[in-house]
């Protein structure tokens, strides 16, 4: 079960301009299937390893987020602070 992280993620994930707010490990997972501009890279592949593990228990929900936030780095998307 995903709970909703400390701190959400707000990236500009459809387009210049256009932020998108993530708030847990499923939104994250979501986005990095259906929206991400990249497939099959590394830090990519391994936030969805990363978030499969949440989602069975393995790992906290913090861990999800640190990859999710290491793979828009490497997709080039911009991260709003």
Known sequence: MS?????SVTLELEG???????DSTQGASWAMIEDWPLEDHPALDHAL??????????RPDEDAREAFIAAAK???????E
């Open 3 to 7: 709970q909703v992280w400390k701190k």
């Open 74 to 80: 490497e997709a080039g998307i911009t991260i709003k």
């Open 16 to 22: 210049p301009g256009q932020y998108t707010t993530i």
């Open 49 to 58: 390893l990363v978030c499969a593990d949440v989602s069975k228990g393995k």
